[in-house]
């Protein structure tokens, strides 16, 4: 099924007129000249760009940002102060607060426009919270991408707020098995990490996946782990605030302590002596790791149904719990 357009413009609202069909036809005819002023009307109408002062916009929602930096925003204010504003963000109505919008896409450059203290050129869409979250999904992907990790901590954040799976893969132009991977690395990874790191643009999916799992590895203190990187790296870029967290990850959970710490993993076989997986418990998980050189088959199909499976493990244990 092709993807919705979430930039294709609404058809503009009937007006309501009284006026009979053969008027209209009589009046208006769909041929010729008048044909093609009634079309570019009607464009003009669904394309028309507003402006709305930025007090007006509430910049709540999803966000697909760790954050903007001060020095960017001033950036872009000076470049807007000078050449204007070229690209318009794109709001919609708030029903219960008429007169206000929401923002779908375009938080930096409203946020640099409220800087200069000027009216922001709107898109003004009535879009549902589904449609707006893809539309804020395709704008990114024509425009500069997030970082990786900003794309997972968006998924996670449009999970959480109830979004169908469909819908964030949709907005995200990914599929399951990497919607799959971003919740895993940002449910690994303690979040005043991340934020700790920012976005760090240049580190891709591998390398987040690695520091996810040395701190599935296990890593008490957070806080003072964070600390310790931050005296020598705080300053840094956000890449190197990333390679400085993962070395010093790396160093803590290669240590003799670490080691002694983690109990042993747990092999499961089956009563045909077939290895089923092998169990491994940290501080912070428990991980199941089934082998796709030993069982590939049953490795395959329990990736394609982990989610119902422990789903219904999940309620058996909890209609357990519940007897007990």
Known sequence: MARRNLFQPPAPPSTGSAES?????????NTGAMSGVKSTLKDLSSNAVREIAPHLIDDGGPKDRLSFADEDVATLAQSIKEFGQQ?????????????????????????????????AKALVRSLSDEDAVLAQGQENSQRLDPSFIEKALFANELTDAGYENSVILDA???????????????????????????PAHGVGRRRW??????????????????????????????????????????RS?????ASRSAPPALSMVH???????????????????????????FARWM??????????????????????
């Open 21 to 29: 069909p053969t008027e209209t036809k009589s009046r208006f005819p």
């Open 87 to 119: 690209v318009p963000i794109m709001v919609r109505p708030i029903a219960e607060s008429p007169g206000r919008y929401r923002i779908v896409y375009g938080r930096r450059r409203l946020r640099a426009l409220a800087l200069l203290g000027q009216s």
């Open 172 to 198: 995200l132009a990914i599929d399951k098995p990497m919607l799959s991977r971003m919740n895993k690395v940002t449910r690994g990874i303690p979040r005043p990490v991340v934020g700790f790191i920012g």
């Open 209 to 250: 996946e690695e520091l996810s799992e040395l701190f599935n590895s296990g890593i008490q203190d957070v806080a003072a782990m964070l600390s310790a990187v931050d005296s020598k790296a705080g300053a840094l870029p956000s890449d190197e605030r990333f390679n400085a967290v993962h070395g010093e990850m790396t």
């Open 253 to 257: 959970t290669a240590s003799p302590k």
């Open 271 to 297: 009563e045909d002596g077939t290895v089923l997986a092998e169990v491994k418990e940290t501080a912070r998980a428990l991980t199941f790791k089934l082998s796709k050189t030993d069982t590939p088959d």
């Open 303 to 324: 990736r394609d149904n982990a989610e119902t499976e422990l789903k219904r493990l999940y309620e058996a244990w909890q209609a357990s719990a519940k007897a007990d």
